[in-house]
């Protein structure tokens, strides 16, 4: 499992990147988080995983 982080301005493209790579890889599953405070409770709930 991998987590990627994308953290950059407003109107930067991090929505049209992320549906972008999603489209490109239709192989793989995401799970996407659009809210920087669901982000910090999946990255979280994630960490639990690393034991």
Known sequence: ???TIVDSMCGTGKTSW???TM???LD???IYI???R???LMINWLST???
């Open 49 to 51: 995983f690393e034991k």
């Open 28 to 30: 793989k599953r995401y």
């Open 18 to 20: 992320a549906i972008q």
């Open 34 to 36: 659009p809210s920087s």
């Open 38 to 40: 669901m982000g910090n």
């Open 23 to 25: 489209n490109e890889s």
């Open 1 to 3: 499992m991998s987590v």
